[in-house]
């Protein structure tokens, strides 16, 4: 089961392709819908070698940081090996 709790964002890498994919105007807009209702769905994160790497949630992450936020609502879930 997982278990919501805060991460703190400077601790959380985006994989770099990941980062390709960033929209700035995505991320407006769901920083305007979190000034009003606040952080509604938790991102996923997976344990890194220093800190946590990204799983799903990038725009939310980006929208939060770009508010100024330090933490973040998120799941820590375990990678499977294949």
């Given at each position: 089961?997982?278990?919501?709790?805060?991460?703190?964002?400077?601790?959380?890498?985006?994989?770099?392709?990941?980062?390709?994919?960033?929209?700035?105007?995505?991320?407006?807009?769901?920083?305007e819908?979190?000034?009003?209702?606040?952080?509604?769905?938790?991102?996923?994160?997976r344990?890194?070698?220093?800190?946590y790497?990204?799983?799903?949630?990038?725009?939310?992450?980006?929208?939060?940081?770009?508010?100024?936020?330090?933490?973040?609502?998120?799941?820590?879930?375990?990678?499977?090996?294949?």
């Amino acid at each position: 089961m997982l278990i919501k709790k805060p991460f703190p964002i400077a601790d959380i890498r985006i994989p770099g392709k990941r980062k390709k994919t960033l929209d700035p105007v995505k991320v407006q807009e769901i920083a305007e819908d979190m000034l009003e209702n606040g952080q509604l769905t938790p991102i996923r994160l997976r344990n890194g070698k220093s800190g946590y790497v990204l799983i799903e949630g990038f725009h939310r992450l980006e929208a939060l940081r770009a508010l100024g936020e330090d933490m973040v609502d998120g799941y820590l879930v375990h990678a499977q090996l294949h």
